[in-house]
């Protein structure tokens, strides 16, 4: 069973720009989650998706943005890209059923803004 | 969701038991436990959770007071490659299921396993 996809793993971009990152979750899992992880603020939670429609939201600027597909796949947009954008960004995806809320993570993708 | 506190380090010798404590003293009747662990540049994995019970799988034990207000998370065997960052999470458990995606993590322990 396939685990938890991310795209790119990798990626620099500079101040002002904007990027997209995409995930895919393990088949079956309706819900895909997004956190960033930065040395200074850990793991912190941004923004939950279930059958396309965002559910929670983390205390983020509005230049984080997500969406999910009908396949459950889904993509989050960072705009005007800032130094501090800098971090490991992760998607989770759960099954989503009683006293199971085990989250599966993906590798994560390291975006560097310069 | 319940604040958790953990120590910020530990160490364990490769082959004995890792000991790992939280403090969950302000946790709510519906509030589980959760552990998951990240190991360097890698997402992170789920150990185990629990309510009230004591749980045990093929990675770790869960003991939980019977107070409910600290638990530990024991690694029967610590090998070099459990060395990793060690979250105790505490969350409700909802059948709305309206939160299922959110974790709210700590700075959790960093266990190193030395030979």
């Known amino acids: 069973k396939a685990g938890v996809t991310q795209t790119p793993r990798y990626l620099i971009k500079t101040r002002g720009q904007q990027v997209t990152l995409s995930c895919s979750p393990i088949?079956?899992?309706?819900?895909v989650s997004w956190y960033q992880q930065t040395p200074g603020q850990g793991l912190q939670f941004l923004f939950e998706?279930?059958?396309?429609?965002?559910?929670n939201k983390g205390n983020f600027p509005g230049r984080f943005s997500g969406r999910q597909f009908s396949n459950s796949r889904s993509e989050m947009n960072v705009s005007t890209l800032e130094l501090g954008d800098s971090a490991l960004y992760l998607c989770a995806s759960s099954r989503l059923a009683a006293n199971t809320g085990e989250l599966f993570f993906g590798e994560g993708s390291r975006l560097t803004v310069l | 969701d319940a604040k958790t506190t953990q120590p910020p380090s530990m160490d364990c010798a490769e082959g004995r038991a890792a000991n790992l404590p939280c403090n969950h003293s302000?946790?709510?009747?519906?509030?589980?436990v959760y552990w998951y662990r990240q190991i360097h540049s890698q997402g992170p994995q789920y150990i185990i959770h629990g309510l009230k019970n004591n749980e045990t799988n093929e990675m770790a034990s869960l003991i939980i007071t019977e107070d409910r207000k600290s638990s530990t998370l024991i690694l029967p065997h610590a090998t070099l490659r459990d060395t990793a960052v060690y979250y105790c999470?505490?969350?409700?458990?909802?059948?709305?299921?309206?939160?299922?995606?959110?974790?709210?993590f700590g700075q959790g322990t960093i266990l190193t396993v030395h030979p």
């Open positions: 998706y279930f059958s396309e429609t965002q559910r």
């Open positions: 999470i505490v969350r409700v458990e909802d059948a709305g299921g309206t939160s299922y995606g959110k974790l709210t």
């Open positions: 302000t946790i709510s009747g519906n509030e589980y």
């Open positions: 088949s079956g899992h309706r819900s």
